[in-house]
Every structure is written in C-alpha cells, then in structure tokens.
C-alpha cells in the first residue's frame, strides 16, 4: 500500500507532463517504473515498489536500468522495500554499479480523528485560479526551477487530486496536495516559502488534507519523507507522528555511481 500510493501518484504527475519531454510511468508485475529524461532528478526517474507484488527479475532490473543511462540521466536509482524479493535484490544493484545513499521514511494511518493544530495560517482547497501559485510556491521551496510551474500546475483539477494552499491574511505561503485512488490517499507536493516556516502551515496542510481525505473515503493515508536523524532533524517526519502517522520503514535509495550526482534527493 505504502509503496503503490506514493508511485501512482507520480505516475499520473508524469502522465500530465508535455509530450515533448518524453517522461513515462509504467507498471510492470514487479514494480513501477518512472522516468523523466529532460527532469535528470531522483524524483521522477526511479523504480518503485519493485519486487513486492511479485519478486523481480534481474533481467528486467538490468533492462529497467539501461532505459536510465540511454536516456543520459545522471540521478536515477531504486527505491527498495525492505520486503522486496528476491533476497539478493540489493546485491543486484550492486553489481549493476549502484551504491546505497539516504533514507526515506515512509509512514502511514489509518483514517480517525485527526489532532487539531494550532495556527494563525488559513488552509483552503483550490482551483485552477491558484494552481500557478501553488507550483510556484512547491518550486521556490525545493529550488526547482521556474519553468517547472506549469507542469505542477495543470495537476490542480485532475480527477483524484485535491490541491491546498494556507494563506498569511491574503498571502500564499504554502501548498501541499492530496491524491486520492480508491481507499487510499498520498499526502505530498508539501512546500512553505521560507519566510513562512515554523509557523504550522504544513501541519495544518497536513489535517486538513487527513479531515477531507476521509471524507471522500479514504480509509488509510500514505506520505514520505526524509529520514530523520540526530546529525540531520527533519521537521516533516515530525509532523507527520504528530499528526498520528506511523513509521512503516525505512526506505533506502540506491543511487547510480556519478561524479555529477550529488546527496539532495528529496
């Protein structure tokens, strides 16, 4: 649940891009496969879920990974499930030159009451009138790059998402998104400007999106974030135990071997 979530959301993120750039998402018996040539970022070009619904292949990894280097992608990798199979998945990736980095913790709950959180920030779901402030917003927090934000715009309205931003008075100062496929919802595309941190805006994103998920059905509720760390706190996973979510693992990436790949995968 917890790995299958998280990739249809990219997947369909992906299906939304312009042709021109060529990204894909397809899902195989063993797993998803993401890929984003013209975005060279972890993000968008990795495979999830690999191994679970049915143990992997190494052919298929083999052929999975070459898709990734002819298209001249230098951060690309596998997400790998600590109940991934077969035993020796993680020594496939070796051999075909990837290397363990980071961690994400990937977390979930149940639908139920949801803690109030305390803020002078207003949440409200929008529409395609703020669909461009809100990809601007996503896109000045993780230091993506402008030309990205009519991409993550043209999400907002898609059927299954749900698209949130809190406002300072009349401020936009943070976004975050909610996409729904059966019983099941991702919380994700979470961002404050830096001005506007330490203020609650995503825990108060974060509530929301679990009051109105559940409201649509949703029985269970799936995220991700980095690893937190004593030498490397991380206020999201925080949040996310605050707001009742349960650490499921963590979840290790394994990175192709790169002079230009560097440790920002999240």
Known sequence: MVEDAEAAAYADQLTAAPSEWKCAAEQTSAGWFLIAPTLD????????????????????????????????????GVQLSP?????????????????????????????GDVPPIATALRVEEIGAQHARVAASIVCAAFGMPSQLEPWIASVVGRPGWHHYIAFDGEEPVASAALFVRGEIGWLGIAGTLPSARR?????????????????LGCRWFVT???EDRPDRPNPSFHNMVRLGFELAYQRPNYLIKSPRRDSKTR
């Not at 049915?54 to 898709?67: G, H, K, Q, Y």
């Not at 203020?199 to 409201?215: I, K, S």
Request: charged share 25%; with cysteine.
């Open 41 to 76: 970022m972890l993000l968008f070009n990795r495979l999830v879920g690999w191994g679970l619904n049915s143990p992997a292949r190494r052919d298929d990894i083999e052929a999975a990974l070459e898709r990734y280097r002819s298209a001249g992608l230098a951060h690309y």
């Open 224 to 226: 991700e974030t980095g």
């Open 199 to 215: 203020r609650g805006a995503q825990g108060a994103l974060m509530a929301r999106r679990l009051n109105d998920g559940r409201a």
């Open 83 to 111: 109940a991934a199979k077969p035993e020796d998945f993680a020594d496939w990736l070796g051999a075909a030159g990837l290397v363990r980095g980071d961690c994400w913790s990937k977390v979930y709950r149940a639908a």
